[in-house]
């Protein structure tokens, strides 16, 4: 009975010594990647928001009166631009993805 304890607490304190390891090298590699993360990020660009802005106000022109709610950067390169035009046929939204040019424009029915 004392010989099948000593077994018994021997292979306990190995798997929870696995475990404590486990979670020691799980946070090891959380703090890596937090610090690479800064090296991604990219700086608020207020020259590409004006370029995003210019570009997808003209992609917008053809339908009318155009009024700009929102550009949000998502790239070094990237930018969305979210507007509306309103024109002859009524008052449309539209979503613009711009990168270095426009390269996605949708324009949807209010």
Same mark, same amino acid.
């Given at each position: 009975m004392r010989r099948a !304890?000593? %077994?018994l607490i021997l292979g306990a304190s190995l798997a929870l010594g696995g475990c404590v390891a486990g979670m020691a090298a799980g946070a090891i590699s959380a703090a890596a990647r937090s610090s690479q993360k800064g090296k991604d990020v990219y700086q608020?660009?207020?020259?590409?928001?004006? *370029? !995003?802005? !210019?570009?997808?106000r003209a992609q *917008? !022109?053809? +339908?009318?009166? %155009?009024a700009l709610i929102d550009i949000e950067q998502r790239g070094a390169t990237k930018a969305t631009v979210w507007g509306t035009a309103t024109g002859a046929t009524g008052r449309q939204s539209f979503e613009c #993805? +711009?990168?270095r040019k426009v390269v996605a424009f949708?324009? #949807?029915?209010l």
């Open positions: !304890a000593i %077994v608020n660009d207020e020259g590409l928001k004006l *370029a !995003a802005a !210019a570009a997808c *917008a !022109a053809p +339908y009318g009166e %155009v #993805r +711009y990168d949708k324009l #949807r029915k």
